[in-house]
């Protein structure tokens, strides 16, 4: 075993070490011009519609997507450090706020779901048959229901704290409100174990609903025109931030509206499901929405 | 505790098929974490030694900062290095975020002073004067060196066991720097969180399953390799 010990076989060991280690650096190495940021909600990625675009994405352009799945308030922040290259996200008002600052460009609506008030299937706060998202609000307040927030700035989160602001109350820091600070499903797995109710897209819900173990949760409202998801896509500005990849945000973009993509998105779920998940909705004028 | 059992019937199904994905984000995982360990195993060996083996002023004062540092917290390491390497970051330039290569520096920041502790510890207990009889023995310094790292290698390889598992089954850093991105980024760690977070238990605990039997896998390798030619 001599040779072991010889310094030639401690250099080239140390050597093959360093050069098992460059292996991932190396690899890594793509080029630039070719990658895309995407940031996204966490709702598009769980509910497995990245899933399906992306590939497609990939595919028709040759661009490489990262897909980084943090909630709309996140996503917003890094588009405007121009720490990503386009946006598909559901947080209107904020977004509404990114363009006119100046750091997006190119807002256009792609599709929408709905919110559902999910609950106990005892509902001891008896929201059931409310007719508005308030009116369910109110009670659980009056109630002193439990109720779990994302606490996150995700879409879903701005959208909730809307409701609430529109119902006239603020639940903060009171002890039946409680902020998980993660993520749809997370939030959900956490509303079923505590009894408690909470604010979700209905593409999420069904999605876990449907998974190994069923959630022990019941919609209790539905169909109110407050409740609508919207979604919409937009670039970061590249006279902002030069570094951003202008071309694929904008061919990504575009694609999200295209009509095969249009079509795809509105058959996604069907499957699965019995029923879309997302309605698609390119091109529509924002106003027939309520928007 | 059937969905414990089924995680496991599932871990094994996926694995029997050779799940393309599955595959891929096992080896991924095996490669970042394996490539991070070998980096701090190389900085932190070395450097340990030499911090352990000559005498020098503020030596106390490193030492603990190098114990501080085997307690630092995944997550810390992988925002700070997210915020190195963001495009406006000073390393922007180098475009590296969102790559393995960015989970393989994050990671490697957290295994180097696990090793290079460990290490400090091990050559700081061998018998004083080892160092005196190698040398009488007609030994360089180098060669010195290398025979005390020899003499302290069953708890160097403990070291180097430690620095694995940690980075191993970090996530934090994980996902900051890696961004999770399918296909890419995407390790055993950050899958389990995703995909519990989705509601797939069944594939959360298959996922942890394989991750397990990876970590045993490659400790017991380590573990024959850090007691062979002991007196059974």
Known sequence: MRHLESRGFKWVSLVALWAAAAVPVAKAAEKPAKTVLLATTTSTQDSGLLDLLVPMFEKETGYLVKTISVG???????????????????????????????????RRLVMHNDFILVGPPGDPARIKGSKTAQEAFQKIAVAKARFLSRGDNSGTNAKEKGLWRAAGLNPEGQAWYQQTGLGMGDTLNVASEKGGYTLTDRGTFLALGRSGRRLNLAVLLEGEPHLLNIYHVMEVNPAKWPKVNAAGARAFSDFMVAKKTQDAIGRFGVERFGSPLFTPDAGKDPSSLGI | ???????????????????????????????????????????????????????????????????????????????????????????????????????????????????????????????????????????????????????????????????????????????????????????????????TGRGNFDIAIALSVILLALCLSVNYLLTMVQQRDRPR
């Open chain 2, 1 to 195: 505790m059937d969905l414990i059992l089924q995680g496991i019937a599932q871990a094994l199904h996926l694995l029997w098929s050779l799940d393309r994905e599955v595959l891929a984000i096992t080896l991924l995982s095996l490669e970042v974490s394996g490539a991070a360990t070998a980096i701090s195993v190389v900085i932190g060996i070395s450097l340990g030694t030499a911090i352990a083996l000559a005498p020098f002023w503020g030596k106390q004062l490193v030492v603990s900062v190098v114990n501080t540092g085997m307690g630092l917290p995944p997550v810390v390491v992988g925002l700070f290095v997210s915020i190195l390497l963001w495009r406006s970051g000073p390393l922007g330039f180098l475009g590296i975020l969102y790559t393995p290569a960015a989970i393989v520096i994050a990671q490697s920041i957290i295994a180097t002073p696990i090793v290079m502790g460990i290490t400090i510890g091990a050559m700081q207990n061998l018998p004083p004067n080892l160092r005196l009889q190698i040398l009488a023995l007609g030994a360089t310094r180098w060669q010195m060196v290398w025979w005390l790292v020899k003499e302290a290698r069953l708890p160097l390889m403990a070291g180097v066991m430690a620095g694995f598992g940690g980075v191993i089954s970090e996530v934090g850093a994980s996902i900051m720097v890696g961004g999770n991105v399918k296909g890419y980024t995407r390790v055993l760690t950050t899958a389990t969180v995703m995909e």
């Open chain 1, 72 to 106: 709309s308030g996140q996503a917003m922040a890094m588009g405007k450090r121009g720490e990503a290259d386009v946006l598909l996200v559901h947080s209107p008002s904020e977004e509404k706020q990114v363009v006119a600052e100046g750091f997006a460009i190119d």
